[in-house]
Protein backbone atom coordinates (compact mmCIF):
# COMPACT_ATOMS: atom_id res chain seq x y z
CA UNK A 1 0.00 0.00 0.00
CA UNK A 2 1.32 3.69 -0.92
CA UNK A 3 2.27 5.46 2.33
CA UNK A 4 0.24 8.40 1.71
CA UNK A 5 -3.15 6.30 1.46
CA UNK A 6 -3.81 4.54 4.25
CA UNK A 7 -7.33 3.11 5.54
CA UNK A 8 -10.53 5.61 6.15
CA UNK A 9 -12.78 2.91 8.23
CA UNK A 10 -12.47 -0.45 9.98
CA UNK A 11 -10.49 -1.49 12.48
CA UNK A 12 -6.41 -1.76 11.14
CA UNK A 13 -3.35 -1.50 12.35
CA UNK A 14 -0.31 0.40 11.49
CA UNK A 15 2.61 -1.98 12.19
CA UNK A 16 6.70 -1.28 12.00
CA UNK A 17 6.33 2.30 12.73
CA UNK A 18 8.62 4.21 14.86
CA UNK A 19 8.06 6.36 17.69
CA UNK A 20 10.15 8.56 20.35
CA UNK A 21 10.48 6.49 23.46
CA UNK A 22 10.13 9.58 25.82
CA UNK A 23 6.58 9.62 24.50
CA UNK A 24 5.72 5.58 24.51
CA UNK A 25 6.94 5.78 28.77
CA UNK A 26 10.48 4.20 27.84
CA UNK A 27 14.06 5.22 27.26
CA UNK A 28 14.81 4.68 24.66
CA UNK A 29 15.13 6.94 21.53
CA UNK A 30 12.77 5.35 18.57
CA UNK A 31 11.25 2.46 19.95
CA UNK A 32 9.38 0.35 17.02
CA UNK A 33 5.66 0.31 17.43
CA UNK A 34 2.16 -1.20 16.27
CA UNK A 35 -1.11 1.17 16.29
CA UNK A 36 -4.00 -0.28 15.94
CA UNK A 37 -6.86 1.94 14.97
CA UNK A 38 -10.55 1.87 15.38
CA UNK A 39 -13.40 3.93 15.28
CA UNK A 40 -11.31 6.83 15.00
CA UNK A 41 -9.59 5.91 18.30
CA UNK A 42 -6.18 3.96 19.42
CA UNK A 43 -7.43 0.25 20.31
CA UNK A 44 -5.44 -2.46 22.00
CA UNK A 45 -4.48 -5.73 20.03
CA UNK A 46 -3.29 -6.32 17.09
CA UNK A 47 -5.88 -6.02 13.62
CA UNK A 48 -6.65 -8.97 10.84
CA UNK A 49 -6.08 -5.32 8.38
CA UNK A 50 -2.05 -4.49 9.30
CA UNK A 51 0.22 -2.30 6.81
CA UNK A 52 3.56 -2.28 6.93
CA UNK A 53 4.82 1.12 7.46
CA UNK A 54 8.15 0.12 6.68
CA UNK A 55 9.85 1.72 9.83
CA UNK A 56 8.58 5.10 9.45
CA UNK A 57 8.45 7.53 12.42
CA UNK A 58 4.98 8.81 13.66
CA UNK A 59 4.17 11.62 16.49
CA UNK A 60 1.18 12.63 18.18
CA UNK A 61 -0.60 15.68 16.73
CA UNK A 62 1.43 19.13 18.02
CA UNK A 63 0.67 21.29 20.34
CA UNK A 64 1.51 24.74 19.78
CA UNK A 65 1.63 26.67 22.85
CA UNK A 66 2.91 30.01 22.14
CA UNK A 67 1.43 31.80 18.96
CA UNK A 68 -0.06 35.11 17.81
CA UNK A 69 -2.86 34.00 16.01
CA UNK A 70 -4.42 38.32 16.11
CA UNK A 71 -1.14 39.73 14.75
CA UNK A 72 -0.35 37.19 11.80
CA UNK A 73 -0.02 37.46 8.06
CA UNK A 74 -0.10 41.64 8.57
CA UNK A 75 3.35 41.94 7.09
CA UNK A 76 2.74 42.73 3.75
CA UNK A 77 1.00 45.76 4.40
CA UNK A 78 3.14 46.28 7.32
CA UNK A 79 6.61 45.10 7.09
CA UNK A 80 9.10 45.73 9.82
CA UNK A 81 11.32 48.25 8.27
CA UNK A 82 15.09 47.16 9.68
CA UNK A 83 14.17 43.85 11.39
CA UNK A 84 14.84 45.33 14.63
CA UNK A 85 12.15 44.87 17.49
CA UNK A 86 11.72 48.00 18.29
CA UNK A 87 10.91 48.20 14.41
CA UNK A 88 8.18 45.18 14.79
CA UNK A 89 6.79 47.35 18.00
CA UNK A 90 5.94 50.54 15.93
CA UNK A 91 4.75 48.45 12.47
CA UNK A 92 1.77 46.35 14.95
CA UNK A 93 0.99 49.58 17.03
CA UNK A 94 0.32 51.51 13.79
CA UNK A 95 -1.38 48.26 11.70
CA UNK A 96 -3.39 47.64 14.98
CA UNK A 97 -4.76 51.16 15.09
CA UNK A 98 -5.52 51.57 11.43
CA UNK A 99 -6.69 47.63 10.58
CA UNK A 100 -7.74 45.02 13.44
CA UNK A 101 -11.47 45.10 13.18
CA UNK A 102 -13.54 41.89 13.95
CA UNK A 103 -13.44 40.92 10.50
CA UNK A 104 -9.79 41.26 9.54
CA UNK A 105 -8.98 39.55 12.91
CA UNK A 106 -11.06 36.76 12.17
CA UNK A 107 -9.93 36.16 8.23
CA UNK A 108 -6.41 36.13 9.14
CA UNK A 109 -6.63 34.12 12.12
CA UNK A 110 -9.33 31.14 10.17
CA UNK A 111 -6.02 31.27 7.63
CA UNK A 112 -3.39 30.61 10.21
CA UNK A 113 -5.42 28.15 11.09
CA UNK A 114 -5.61 26.30 8.30
CA UNK A 115 -2.49 26.15 7.78
CA UNK A 116 -2.15 24.94 11.64
CA UNK A 117 -4.34 21.92 10.93
CA UNK A 118 -2.68 21.14 7.35
CA UNK A 119 0.49 20.34 9.21
CA UNK A 120 -0.85 18.16 12.20
CA UNK A 121 -1.72 20.91 14.70
CA UNK A 122 -4.48 19.56 17.48
CA UNK A 123 -3.95 22.62 20.00
CA UNK A 124 -2.75 26.14 20.04
CA UNK A 125 -2.20 28.57 22.48
CA UNK A 126 -2.42 32.05 21.16
CA UNK A 127 -1.65 35.54 22.34
CA UNK A 128 -4.36 38.68 21.90
CA UNK A 129 -2.86 42.08 21.94
CA UNK A 130 -5.37 43.51 24.58
CA UNK A 131 -4.84 46.77 25.07
CA UNK A 132 -8.21 48.95 24.89
CA UNK A 133 -10.13 48.87 22.91
CA UNK A 134 -8.72 46.50 21.00
CA UNK A 135 -9.79 43.81 23.47
CA UNK A 136 -13.34 44.15 23.35
CA UNK A 137 -12.55 43.60 19.37
CA UNK A 138 -10.18 40.69 19.10
CA UNK A 139 -11.96 38.59 22.18
CA UNK A 140 -15.04 38.11 21.07
CA UNK A 141 -13.60 36.93 17.19
CA UNK A 142 -11.65 34.90 19.49
CA UNK A 143 -14.39 33.03 20.96
CA UNK A 144 -16.14 32.65 17.33
CA UNK A 145 -13.05 31.00 16.17
CA UNK A 146 -12.64 28.38 19.22
CA UNK A 147 -16.03 27.16 18.62
CA UNK A 148 -15.72 27.41 15.26
CA UNK A 149 -12.40 24.96 15.29
CA UNK A 150 -13.75 23.31 18.45
CA UNK A 151 -12.91 19.38 17.02
CA UNK A 152 -10.05 20.01 15.24
CA UNK A 153 -8.27 22.45 17.29
CA UNK A 154 -8.24 23.09 20.26
CA UNK A 155 -7.91 27.08 21.56
CA UNK A 156 -6.96 28.80 24.44
CA UNK A 157 -5.91 32.43 24.48
CA UNK A 158 -4.17 34.75 26.47
CA UNK A 159 -4.25 38.42 27.09
CA UNK A 160 -1.19 40.45 25.96
CA UNK A 161 -0.24 44.24 27.54
CA UNK A 162 2.59 45.74 29.03
CA UNK A 163 3.26 45.24 32.65
CA UNK A 164 2.82 48.74 33.36
CA UNK A 165 -0.85 48.97 32.36
CA UNK A 166 -1.35 46.75 35.03
CA UNK A 167 -3.05 47.47 37.93
CA UNK A 168 -6.13 46.86 39.82
CA UNK A 169 -8.03 50.33 39.64
CA UNK A 170 -7.03 50.85 35.49
CA UNK A 171 -8.57 49.47 32.59
CA UNK A 172 -6.82 46.38 32.85
CA UNK A 173 -9.27 44.93 35.49
CA UNK A 174 -11.88 45.21 32.47
CA UNK A 175 -9.58 42.97 30.64
CA UNK A 176 -8.71 40.95 33.10
CA UNK A 177 -12.63 40.20 33.54
CA UNK A 178 -12.80 39.81 29.86
CA UNK A 179 -10.42 37.13 30.06
CA UNK A 180 -12.20 35.23 32.78
CA UNK A 181 -15.53 35.60 31.14
CA UNK A 182 -13.55 34.24 27.75
CA UNK A 183 -12.16 30.94 29.90
CA UNK A 184 -9.09 32.50 29.29
CA UNK A 185 -5.22 33.23 30.89
CA UNK A 186 -3.84 36.73 31.89
CA UNK A 187 -0.66 37.30 30.48
CA UNK A 188 1.35 40.37 30.25
CA UNK A 189 5.01 41.93 28.66
CA UNK A 190 7.42 42.12 31.77
CA UNK A 191 10.18 44.37 30.99
CA UNK A 192 11.98 46.73 33.22
CA UNK A 193 10.24 49.43 35.10
CA UNK A 194 10.57 50.98 38.39
CA UNK A 195 7.64 49.39 40.50
CA UNK A 196 8.12 45.56 38.41
CA UNK A 197 7.87 43.82 41.90
CA UNK A 198 4.61 45.59 42.59
CA UNK A 199 2.88 45.35 39.59
CA UNK A 200 3.87 41.65 39.68
CA UNK A 201 1.98 41.35 42.77
CA UNK A 202 -0.96 43.12 41.58
CA UNK A 203 -1.07 40.86 38.57
CA UNK A 204 -0.96 37.66 40.75
CA UNK A 205 -3.61 38.73 42.79
CA UNK A 206 -5.79 39.66 40.19
CA UNK A 207 -5.14 36.62 38.58
CA UNK A 208 -6.12 34.38 42.01
CA UNK A 209 -9.24 36.30 42.44
CA UNK A 210 -10.08 34.70 39.28
CA UNK A 211 -8.53 31.22 39.41
CA UNK A 212 -6.76 32.07 36.72
CA UNK A 213 -3.03 31.12 35.50
CA UNK A 214 -0.53 33.42 33.98
CA UNK A 215 1.40 33.54 30.59
CA UNK A 216 4.27 36.18 30.38
CA UNK A 217 6.62 37.50 27.70
CA UNK A 218 9.72 38.07 29.32
CA UNK A 219 13.22 39.49 28.87
CA UNK A 220 12.66 39.41 24.91
CA UNK A 221 16.19 41.24 24.71
CA UNK A 222 19.65 40.36 24.46
CA UNK A 223 20.91 43.02 27.52
CA UNK A 224 22.20 41.06 30.23
CA UNK A 225 20.79 43.63 32.69
CA UNK A 226 17.28 42.53 32.51
CA UNK A 227 16.12 40.19 35.07
CA UNK A 228 12.31 40.21 34.54
CA UNK A 229 11.78 35.87 34.83
CA UNK A 230 13.55 36.75 38.54
CA UNK A 231 11.27 39.02 39.47
CA UNK A 232 8.29 36.69 38.51
CA UNK A 233 10.10 33.78 40.16
CA UNK A 234 10.33 36.00 43.30
CA UNK A 235 6.80 37.55 42.79
CA UNK A 236 5.41 33.77 42.33
CA UNK A 237 7.21 32.23 45.68
CA UNK A 238 6.34 35.86 47.25
CA UNK A 239 2.31 35.60 46.79
CA UNK A 240 2.16 32.03 46.90
CA UNK A 241 0.37 31.86 43.48
CA UNK A 242 -0.02 28.21 43.35
CA UNK A 243 -1.85 28.28 39.69
CA UNK A 244 0.21 27.35 36.62
CA UNK A 245 2.70 30.27 35.49
CA UNK A 246 4.75 30.08 31.81
CA UNK A 247 7.20 32.31 30.96
CA UNK A 248 8.15 32.76 27.23
CA UNK A 249 11.26 33.64 25.68
CA UNK A 250 13.88 34.29 28.62
CA UNK A 251 16.62 35.69 26.12
CA UNK A 252 18.48 37.83 28.20
CA UNK A 253 19.48 34.39 30.42
CA UNK A 254 22.28 33.33 27.46
CA UNK A 255 23.99 36.92 28.49
CA UNK A 256 24.48 36.99 31.57
CA UNK A 257 27.02 35.64 33.75
CA UNK A 258 27.14 32.41 34.50
CA UNK A 259 26.40 32.76 38.14
CA UNK A 260 23.57 34.99 37.93
CA UNK A 261 21.68 32.78 35.39
CA UNK A 262 21.79 29.91 37.64
CA UNK A 263 20.41 31.16 40.77
CA UNK A 264 17.66 32.51 38.61
CA UNK A 265 16.92 29.24 36.82
CA UNK A 266 17.08 27.56 40.83
CA UNK A 267 13.89 30.02 41.63
CA UNK A 268 12.44 29.27 38.48
CA UNK A 269 12.56 25.70 39.36
CA UNK A 270 11.14 26.46 43.14
CA UNK A 271 8.45 28.41 42.00
CA UNK A 272 7.25 25.64 39.50
CA UNK A 273 6.99 27.92 36.37
CA UNK A 274 7.14 26.45 33.24
CA UNK A 275 9.27 28.15 30.10
CA UNK A 276 8.55 28.01 26.07
CA UNK A 277 11.40 28.85 23.99
CA UNK A 278 10.78 30.34 20.46
CA UNK A 279 13.79 30.10 18.98
CA UNK A 280 12.84 31.29 15.32
CA UNK A 281 11.79 34.18 16.02
CA UNK A 282 14.28 34.80 18.54
CA UNK A 283 16.91 34.51 16.31
CA UNK A 284 15.63 36.75 13.80
CA UNK A 285 15.24 39.78 16.35
CA UNK A 286 17.98 39.34 18.75
CA UNK A 287 21.47 40.75 18.38
CA UNK A 288 19.68 42.33 14.92
CA UNK A 289 22.42 44.96 13.46
CA UNK A 290 22.90 47.08 10.71
CA UNK A 291 26.35 45.84 9.16
CA UNK A 292 27.33 43.46 11.86
CA UNK A 293 26.76 39.60 11.89
CA UNK A 294 24.73 38.52 15.05
CA UNK A 295 26.86 37.23 17.67
CA UNK A 296 24.30 34.87 19.68
CA UNK A 297 20.82 32.70 18.51
CA UNK A 298 18.39 34.15 21.24
CA UNK A 299 17.80 31.01 22.51
CA UNK A 300 17.32 30.82 26.16
CA UNK A 301 19.38 28.18 28.16
CA UNK A 302 16.65 25.33 27.29
CA UNK A 303 19.46 22.59 28.82
CA UNK A 304 20.51 24.21 32.22
CA UNK A 305 16.89 24.21 32.92
CA UNK A 306 15.95 20.70 31.56
CA UNK A 307 18.29 19.49 34.14
CA UNK A 308 16.43 21.52 37.06
CA UNK A 309 13.26 19.78 36.12
CA UNK A 310 11.67 22.83 34.42
CA UNK A 311 9.55 21.86 32.13
CA UNK A 312 10.36 23.67 28.47
CA UNK A 313 8.17 23.48 25.37
CA UNK A 314 9.09 24.98 22.22
CA UNK A 315 6.65 27.05 19.91
CA UNK A 316 6.04 28.71 16.86
CA UNK A 317 5.37 32.85 18.09
CA UNK A 318 5.22 34.86 15.54
CA UNK A 319 3.74 34.37 11.68
CA UNK A 320 4.71 36.65 8.79
CA UNK A 321 4.14 40.11 10.58
CA UNK A 322 6.48 42.37 12.07
CA UNK A 323 8.09 40.16 14.75
CA UNK A 324 8.58 37.51 12.27
CA UNK A 325 8.62 37.49 9.07
CA UNK A 326 8.82 33.78 8.22
CA UNK A 327 6.60 30.61 9.37
CA UNK A 328 3.68 29.16 8.95
CA UNK A 329 2.63 27.50 11.92
CA UNK A 330 4.32 24.61 11.28
CA UNK A 331 5.16 22.52 14.04
CA UNK A 332 7.77 20.33 12.16
CA UNK A 333 9.41 23.24 10.92
CA UNK A 334 9.67 24.22 14.46
CA UNK A 335 11.03 21.08 15.96
CA UNK A 336 13.73 20.58 13.10
CA UNK A 337 15.05 24.70 13.94
CA UNK A 338 15.16 24.04 17.82
CA UNK A 339 16.85 20.87 17.57
CA UNK A 340 19.32 23.23 15.26
CA UNK A 341 19.57 26.06 16.91
CA UNK A 342 19.27 24.89 20.60
CA UNK A 343 21.46 21.79 19.63
CA UNK A 344 19.06 18.86 21.09
CA UNK A 345 20.84 16.64 19.11
CA UNK A 346 23.28 14.45 20.72
CA UNK A 347 21.97 15.14 23.78
CA UNK A 348 18.76 13.71 26.51
CA UNK A 349 16.39 11.62 24.42
CA UNK A 350 13.17 13.51 25.87
CA UNK A 351 13.29 16.60 23.59
CA UNK A 352 10.36 15.33 21.43
CA UNK A 353 7.64 15.60 23.99
CA UNK A 354 9.03 19.24 24.04
CA UNK A 355 6.21 20.12 21.00
CA UNK A 356 3.20 17.76 22.00
CA UNK A 357 2.66 16.13 25.73
CA UNK A 358 5.05 18.61 26.90
CA UNK A 359 2.89 21.76 26.46
CA UNK A 360 -0.31 20.07 26.78
CA UNK A 361 0.59 19.28 30.32
CA UNK A 362 1.40 22.98 30.67
CA UNK A 363 -1.56 24.28 29.19
CA UNK A 364 -3.80 21.97 29.98
CA UNK A 365 -4.83 20.50 27.26
CA UNK A 366 -6.39 16.79 26.31
CA UNK A 367 -3.80 14.01 26.09
CA UNK A 368 -3.56 12.68 22.83
CA UNK A 369 -1.55 9.28 23.22
CA UNK A 370 -2.52 5.89 24.19
CA UNK A 371 -5.62 3.14 24.32
CA UNK A 372 -8.61 4.92 24.27
CA UNK A 373 -7.52 7.66 23.00
CA UNK A 374 -8.32 10.25 19.68
CA UNK A 375 -5.73 8.73 16.90
CA UNK A 376 -4.43 11.97 16.14
CA UNK A 377 -0.91 11.38 14.42
CA UNK A 378 1.30 12.49 11.62
CA UNK A 379 3.28 10.05 10.07
CA UNK A 380 6.20 10.48 8.07
CA UNK A 381 8.35 9.64 5.21
CA UNK A 382 11.61 8.90 7.07
CA UNK A 383 12.89 6.06 9.36
CA UNK A 384 15.25 8.50 11.80
CA UNK A 385 16.06 11.67 12.94
CA UNK A 386 18.39 13.08 9.70
CA UNK A 387 15.85 11.83 7.54
CA UNK A 388 13.37 13.56 9.36
CA UNK A 389 15.12 16.87 9.58
CA UNK A 390 17.06 16.39 6.20
CA UNK A 391 13.68 17.34 4.48
CA UNK A 392 10.56 19.55 5.13
CA UNK A 393 8.28 16.29 5.27
CA UNK A 394 5.62 18.26 2.45
CA UNK A 395 4.82 14.35 2.22
CA UNK A 396 3.74 13.92 5.61
CA UNK A 397 0.58 12.28 6.45
CA UNK A 398 -2.05 13.41 9.21
CA UNK A 399 -4.26 11.24 11.06
CA UNK A 400 -7.09 13.05 13.02
CA UNK A 401 -9.63 10.72 14.61
CA UNK A 402 -7.98 7.96 12.75
CA UNK A 403 -8.63 9.31 9.12
CA UNK A 404 -6.47 10.95 6.58
CA UNK A 405 -6.99 14.56 6.64
CA UNK A 406 -6.27 16.84 3.60
CA UNK A 407 -3.61 18.63 3.84
CA UNK A 408 -3.58 21.22 0.98
CA UNK A 409 -2.56 25.15 2.25
CA UNK A 410 -4.56 27.97 1.83
CA UNK A 411 -3.06 30.24 -1.34
CA UNK A 412 -2.03 33.66 -0.09
CA UNK A 413 -4.19 35.25 -1.80
CA UNK A 414 -6.95 34.69 -0.11
CA UNK A 415 -5.90 37.13 2.25
CA UNK A 416 -5.06 40.20 -1.43
CA UNK A 417 -7.93 42.42 -0.65
CA UNK A 418 -7.09 42.62 3.15
CA UNK A 419 -3.52 43.99 2.19
CA UNK A 420 -4.51 47.04 0.33
CA UNK A 421 -4.85 50.46 1.32
CA UNK A 422 -7.74 51.40 3.90
Same mark, same amino acid.
Given at each position: ??????????????????????????????????????????????????????????????????????????????????????????????????????????????????????????????????????????????????????????????????????????????????????????????????????????????? &?? *? #????? +??? /?? $?? !? =??? %??????????????????????????????????????????????????????????????????????????????? &?? *? #????? +??? /?? $?? !? =??? %??????????????????????????????????????????????????????????????????????????????????????????????????
Amino acid at each position: MDFATLPRDGRFSLANLRMPGCLLGASGDLERVSITIEAGRIAEGPAAQTIDMGGRIAMPAFVDMHTHLDKGHIWPRAANPDGSFAGALEAVTRDRAARWRAEDVRRRMDFALRCAWAHGTRAIRTHIDSIPPQDEISWPVFREMREEWRGRIALQACCLVPIDQVAEDGPFAHTADLVARSGGVPGAVAYPVPDLDRRLDVFFRMA &AR *R #GLAAD +FHV /DE $TG !D =PGA %AGLRAIAQAVLRTGFDAPVVAGHCCSLAVQPAGEAERTLDLVAEAGIAVVSLPMCNMYLQDRRAGRTPRWRGVTLVHEM &AA *R #GIPVA +FAS /DN $TR !D =PFY %AYGDLDMVEVMREATRIAHLDHSAEDWPASFSRVPADICGFDACQGPGGPADLVIFNARSWTELFARPQADRVVLRAGRQIDRRLPDYSELDDLMEAP
